[in-house]
T-cell receptor, first 112, second 116 residues
Framework: DADVTQTPRNRITKTGKRIMLECSQTKGHDRMYWYRQDPGLGLRLIYYSFDVKDINKGEISDGYSVSRQAQAKFSLSLESAIPNQTALYFC???????????FGPGTRLTVL | AQKITQTQPGMFVQEKEAVTLDCTYDTSDQSYGLFWYKQPSSGEMIFLIYQGSYDEQNATEGRYSLNFQKARKSANLVISASQLGDSAMYFCAMREGGNSNYQLIWGAGTKLIIKP
């Protein structure tokens, strides 16, 4: 089983709709992250969380919100989706003792 | 200014040849880390290799090695004996400061295509 899972894997929605992307991990890591990927821009950090009570804005948090329901779960919400939020969204986790971040498979979101 | 620069948007390489993917970085921190990730067409991000700024030897992981030139601020990925399955996007990323820092700063990526 995958260590970091994301649901849904693909989603098409309409402008103005609320949508939630979910992330779960079995790695036991405290740190979790949400990124978006746009062509030619690499990955950009939306929000990150170091534990359940610690949530922080990243580089591009406007239009997004998050919820850390448990150590293993970190959700990203788009309160009112707009077309320029069409992107590939990644959840990632890391441990303070390890260098790399571990990524989920990604959610491809299209906002019409 | 870009903190991570990958100057090769795309590369074509013949199968079995070695490949060097360029990455230059900009930081004033003494402690930092450099990462390479692979993203195949299926979309997932796969960690390949890591180099810490204080590591004296270049990192190696199987067919992957990192040519770390600190004075030139470059961290090029070398893939030996390329295979068709190496065709993918490759991203260079940097973490400034120590492991307590959260943020990875990403380059725009290089699309590598291996020709049979």
């Amino acid at each position: 089983d995958a260590d970091v899972t994301q649901t849904p894997r693909n989603r098409i929605t309409k402008t103005g709709k609320r949508i939630m992307l979910e992330c779960s991990q079995t790695k036991g890591h405290d740190r979790m992250y949400w990124y978006r990927q746009d062509p030619g821009l690499g990955l950009r950090l939306i929000y990150y969380s170091f534990d359940v009570k610690d949530i922080n804005k990243g580089e591009i948090s406007d239009g997004y919100s998050v919820s850390r329901q448990a150590q293993a779960k970190f959700s990203l919400s788009l309160e009112s989706a707009i077309p320029n939020q069409t992107a590939l969204y990644f959840c990632a986790t890391s441990d303070v003792e390890e260098a790399e971040q571990f990524f989920g498979p990604g959610t491809r979101l299209t906002v019409l | 200014a870009q903190k991570i620069t990958q100057t090769q948007p795309g590369m074509f390489v013949q199968e079995k040849e070695a490949v060097t993917l360029d990455c230059t970085y900009d930081t004033s921190d003494q402690s930092y880390g450099l990462f390479w990730y692979k993203q195949p067409s299926s979309g997932e991000m796969i960690f390949l290799i890591y180099q810490g700024s204080y590591d004296e030897q270049n990192a190696t992981e199987g067919r992957y090695s990192l040519n770390f030139q600190k004075a030139r601020k470059s961290a090029n990925l070398v893939i030996s004996a390329s295979q068709l399955g190496d065709s993918a996007m490759y991203f260079c990323a940097m973490r400034e400061g120590g492991n307590s820092n959260y943020q990875l700063i990403w380059g725009a990526g290089t699309k590598l295509i291996i020709k049979p």
